[in-house]
């Protein structure tokens, strides 16, 4: 049936046919004229919610029982490979094409535009621009006010527009940043349940003391021992209940200055000896930490010493607060 003939048949007529198409099939017909983008979007019933993904270019969409994964790596036809996937199902992956011959931004902006979908999480990537960072961030916050996830490997960011994305858009989830275009004693006035900063020498303990997150990590902070007794103490005294996970790097510790009355290095004679736990999705582990109590007795197990890891000679603090 031709566009034109289409355009014709009564509205209600129209929700119909579209309901029978996947997503692919109505964006594929949304490219032919902006009357038709108008209509799928006045008849879209489905709720997708987008998730853009540039470290591996992929976009995928969720609905309720169907995830759609759309590779932005076009070949010289200018199809994107799409994969299909059933949740809750054994049944395998299924795949079609995409025809896009503009930007794949537009291509986000189009899904985003025509059916009004929410996105619920960006991470950035190496091949993705400045611009390309840039006109991405205005058109989500000039759509929503919050997001779930946000996820920033960028430098060379104008502290001006960091802080514009960061006063705007409200972070429920996780939030990383691996920037260093933010001013001194800058915190995240939004709750939420993780953050992931490194590169963060402007993250002072203020920013600490102000930070109510469930999971912190921090690489790169000018924080010294000082600073996390100050913060520990607070700790302690029941400030944050609902830490669950604490891990800072910075080059300003050193192992002369007692944490909380413990000389470092701060380990278990048994380095071995692990603790795990998870917090949402994710697993948390210290191995060789040494088991202290909050005042309420709470459990927890701290570690402060020269990191295990990649990183020798970094030292670093880990704590793990039991449920």
Known sequence: MSTFKLLRIP????????????????LELSQTSKKMSILISQAAKRQFEVVLDCRPRCMTLNTPRTSYHISLDKNLKGTM?????KKNSTAAEVKMTLHWKK??????????????????????????SLNEFQLIMNFIMRRQSEIQQ????KNNIEEKFMLKILNTLAVKESLFLNSDSLPRNFYYKFGLSSIS????????????????????????????????NVFL????????????????????????????????????E??????????????????????????????????????????PNLIKLSLIVGN
């Open 150 to 153: 946000l996820h920033i490997r």
């Open 11 to 26: 509205f209600l007529a129209i929700r119909e046919v579209f309901g029978n198409l996947n997503l692919i099939e109505l």
């Open 197 to 228: 900063f490194w590169s963060c020498k402007w993250f002072t303990l203020n920013s600490l003391l102000a930070t109510r997150s469930v999971t912190i990590e921090l690489l790169g902070s000018s924080l010294t021992n000082e600073d996390l």
């Open 103 to 128: 930007h794949w931004i537009s291509l986000f902006y189009q899904i985003v535009r025509v059916f009004k979908c929410p996105v619920t999480a960006f991470y950035t990537g190496s091949f993705l």
């Open 270 to 311: 048994n380095p071995n000896e692990g603790i795990r736990m998870s917090f949402g999705n994710s697993m948390y582990s210290i191995k060789g930490g040494v088991q202290i109590r909050r005042d309420d007795g709470t459990a927890a197990w701290i570690k402060f010493g020269k990191d295990d890891g990649l990183s």
């Open 81 to 85: 490979n799409v994969g299909i996937f």
């Open 233 to 268: 103490l607070k700790w302690k005294q029941g400030n944050y209940p609902h830490l669950h996970y604490l891990s800072i790097g910075s080059d300003s510790f050193n192992d002369s200055v007692p944490i909380l009355g413990m000389m470092p290095p701060i380990r278990n």
